[in-house]
């Protein structure tokens, strides 16, 4: 499945303005936000933590390695290019966990 089948198959972010991810003393370490070019990451990140208990683990990270589908691969290529996805490149091969805040739109 490609990245724009997976998105399809995620749950709406059109009530979010943004995605905060909290370290473990609870500082913003990154921010998505609902904004094009960050959509789909806004979108893979929620339902990782909605699946992961509201964080994104080492596990949550993995499984959004293979959501990401063709943009995994091009990231490895390109480091840079894709920093939701050099995150959780990063995320998937530690052992910490980042907690994740949803900021509501406020339309």
């Given at each position: 499945?490609?990245?724009a089948?997976?998105?399809?198959q995620?749950?709406?972010v059109?009530?979010l303005?943004?995605?905060?991810?909290?370290?473990a003393q609870?500082h913003?370490?990154a921010t998505i936000?609902?904004?094009?070019g960050?959509?789909?990451?806004?979108?893979?990140y929620?339902?990782?933590?909605?699946?992961?208990g509201g964080a994104?683990?080492?596990a949550?990270?993995?499984?959004?390695?293979?959501w990401?589908?063709?943009?995994?691969?091009d990231?490895?290529a390109h480091?840079?290019?894709?920093?939701?996805?050099?995150r959780?490149?990063?995320w998937?091969?530690?052992?910490?966990?980042?907690?994740?805040?949803?900021v509501?739109s406020?339309a």
């Open positions: 499945m490609n990245f089948q997976r998105l399809q995620l749950p709406s059109s009530h303005a943004a995605l905060e991810l909290l370290d609870g913003v370490v936000e609902h904004k094009p960050q959509i789909g990451s806004l979108t893979v929620t339902a990782l933590a909605a699946e992961h994104i683990t080492p949550a990270a993995r499984l959004g390695l293979t990401y589908a063709e943009h995994t691969a990231a490895h480091p840079g290019k894709h920093p939701n996805i050099d959780l490149v990063a998937a091969q530690g052992s910490a966990s980042y907690a994740v805040r949803l509501p406020q």
